[in-house]
């Protein structure tokens, strides 16, 4: 499946503007899986890992889920609450359990 289909995948369970948001791989600095990204101009977007690109497809949804739910807190509750605190731990279950996935599938990034 193709990073943006598996974004696709996500992003449809949830009220965020899909067509909007940009997905690429990018080289990203050593351990970061994935990032999420709210620009200033309210202009969101994922970074993955290059690396993602040789990993399971597995591990590529669960990066993806983790960024999403990033942006779910980002679009609900701003940037400052989107660390991994109480709001992006609900938003990241409850998108893995609108998505067909245990909600211990946040459990997979405890770090990006």
């Known amino acids: 499946m193709t990073l943006s289909a598996i974004f696709m995948t996500f ?3 949830t009220d ?6 940009g997905v690429e791989y990018a080289k990203l600095d ?7 990204l709210l620009y200033r101009s309210g202009r969101m977007k994922i970074q ?3 690396k993602h690109k040789t990993q399971s497809e ?12 990033h942006l ?8 400052k609450e989107a660390a991994h605190g109480y ?3 609900s938003a990241c279950e409850e998108l893995a359990l609108k998505s067909g996935l245990n909600r211990n599938s946040c459990a997979y990034l405890s770090k990006h």
């Open 11 to 13: 992003c449809l369970n």
């Open 16 to 21: 965020l503007a899909c067509a909007d948001i």
């Open 30 to 36: 050593r351990g970061i899986k994935g990032q999420a």
């Open 48 to 50: 993955i890992s290059e």
């Open 58 to 69: 597995r591990k590529l949804e669960l990066t993806m889920l983790h960024e999403v739910a």
């Open 72 to 79: 779910i807190v980002y679009a609900t509750k701003g940037p």
């Open 87 to 89: 709001a992006f731990k």
